[in-house]
């Protein structure tokens, strides 16, 4: 379970939101360009602090600006996934997967992320660079790098604005899938209403 209460201020932009989303739930963050969508997840990821507020994943507080409290992101277990997928250019598909990976053993590494290139139907291209793949295939590595960290909860942000709309329609039947095997709370920023229709459980209009 994730839970968010955030309240952000810039000079002339505020955002106050609070929701929250269980295990194997998904929550659209749903809402036009520049309505704060980002700013949301990218407080729950740590990467900037909100004003006021807390946020709290399986009861343990990660944030809160009352207690004091802001775990640094690497100890946050967050799988994140930024507009652009975020993959390292320089190295291969499976050196980008087990990137985040916390076991020592290598070998063991590159079972399991060839394990996750294979529910993507990806694991013929672990020895590609991201150049050499298609957006829809970025998308997909992006998101199983994010996922072989074993993250407590996984952060999208707007996964499939680049796609075109036949590749994103069947990426998005595709990822609803595999999201089934993950029991995690998964939060999906959009301003998409067909991302919303297909994906969500929940929705958090901004
Ligand atoms: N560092 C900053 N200083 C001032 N204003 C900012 C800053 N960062 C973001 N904003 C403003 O906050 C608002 C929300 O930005 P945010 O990126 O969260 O929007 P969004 O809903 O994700 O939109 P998009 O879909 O375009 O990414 C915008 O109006 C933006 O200009």
Known sequence: MLKVKITKKF??????KEWEVGNGE???????????????????????????????????IIYDKEK??????????????????GLFPHMKVIDNIIFGMKDKDRDLKIR?????LRITGLDNKKDKYPMELSGG???????????AT???????????????????????KEIKRFFSYWNIPVVLVTHDKRDVEVLANKIAYY
């Not at 690497?74 to 996934?81: L, Q, S, T």
């Not at 036949?166 to 998005?172: C, H, T």
């Open 26 to 60: 998904v929550i659209s963050l749903y809402g036009p360009s520049g309505s704060g969508k980002s700013i949301t997840i990218q407080s729950v990821a740590g990467l900037i602090n909100p004003d006021y507020g807390f946020i709290e994943i399986d009861k343990k």
């Open 11 to 16: 000079d002339d932009f505020k955002i106050d």
């Open 68 to 85: 004091n409290i802001c775990i640094p992101p690497k100890d946050r277990h967050i799988g994140y996934v930024p507009q652009n997928y």
């Open 137 to 147: 295939q970025k998308q997909r590595v992006a998101i199983m790098r994010a996922l």
């Open 150 to 172: 074993n993250p407590k909860v996984l952060l999208l942000d707007e996964p499939f604005s680049a796609l075109d709309i036949n590749v994103k329609e069947n990426l998005r």
């Open 112 to 116: 399991k992320a060839i394990d996750l």
